[in-house]
């Protein structure tokens, strides 16, 4: 089993920043990918961008590419995601979460229970 838990969402203005990160626990060391994705509301949730074991390999959605920063720091088994230049539109529920690979969203097996981010304009 493996636990999840997102922190650092909140409240910014437009262009700020904010930094999530996820922790994870459990029987974290058969995860491979760790990704974020986003729900915001009355929309499907979304891929955002996803890190390998080794973080030699990132994935992200073109909304985010140039402004997100996906890393992770496995000695403390934990996953973050810098957001610069923040949007309005980026206001959702950020999730972590972990699986064997990058794609489909259905891979991904293990899920936190999402942190707020809201981007005034």
């Known amino acids: 089993q493996v ?3 997102e922190s650092g969402g909140g409240l910014v203005q437009a262009g700020g920043s904010l930094r999530l990160s996820c922790a994870a626990s ?3 060391y058969s995860r491979y990918e760790m990704g974020w994705f986003r729900q915001a509301p009355g929309k499907e949730r979304e891929f955002v961008c996803a890190i390998n074991w080794s973080g030699s390999s990132t994935h ?3 909304s985010v590419k140039g402004r997100f920063t996906i ?3 496995n000695a403390k088994n934990a ?3 810098q957001m ?3 949007k309005p539109e980026d206001t959702a529920v950020y ?3 972990t699986g064997p690979r990058p794609f489909p969203m259905t891979v991904y097996d293990y899920w936190g229970q999402g942190t707020q981010v809201t ?3």
Do not use: M
């Open 26 to 28: 459990g029987r974290t």
């Open 3 to 5: 636990q999840l838990v």
């Open 84 to 86: 610069n230049s923040l």
């Open 95 to 97: 999730y972590c979460a």
């Open 71 to 73: 890393s992770r720091d």
């Open 60 to 62: 992200y959605v073109d």
């Open 119 to 121: 981007v005034s304009s």
């Open 79 to 81: 996953v973050y995601l």
